[in-house]
């Protein structure tokens, strides 16, 4: 079962400073950051903004030169992202298979597909 689904913006480097700005527009029920290897001079490896208990929005830094937004559906079980990644790789354009989160977030992972209208999921647990 779908715990959590929101879009997942893809910054180029200021991707902390953009949810701090949303916290404060928006108001905040939780607001955190994960760095790889938790330094800090590592760009945002996942940032998550909770509005509210349910309704909240994800995202990280990347390497490309312009904003973009995936779709991050997270499951409480690696069987229910299974099942869902197979659903969604019919007539795919891309897929990545499930691969664990690296450090600090070890417990879980993720797979990712462009669908075959073009759209970017993220699926993890």
């Known amino acids: 079962m779908v715990s959590t689904i929101m879009p997942y913006l ?4 200021n991707c902390e400073e953009a ?4 916290a404060e527009c928006f108001g905040s029920h939780s ?6 290897n938790n330094d800090p001079s590592n760009p945002i490896m996942h940032a998550h903004l909770m509005i509210t208990e349910t309704c909240g929005i994800a995202g990280s830094d990347g390497d490309k030169p312009k904003p973009e937004m995936d779709i ?29 989160h690296p ?19 993220f699926l993890c647990v």
């Open 10 to 13: 893809r910054f180029h480097g």
């Open 31 to 36: 607001l955190g950051f994960s760095r790889l």
């Open 103 to 121: 450090p600090p977030d070890d417990a879980g992972g993720g797979a990712g597909v462009v669908d075959k209208y073009g759209y970017s999921w």
């Open 72 to 100: 991050l559906v997270h499951f409480n079980t690696r069987e229910e992202v299974d099942a869902a990644l197979a659903k969604l790789s019919a007539g795919a354009k891309s897929v990545s298979e499930f691969a664990p």
């Open 19 to 22: 949810f701090k700005f949303y």
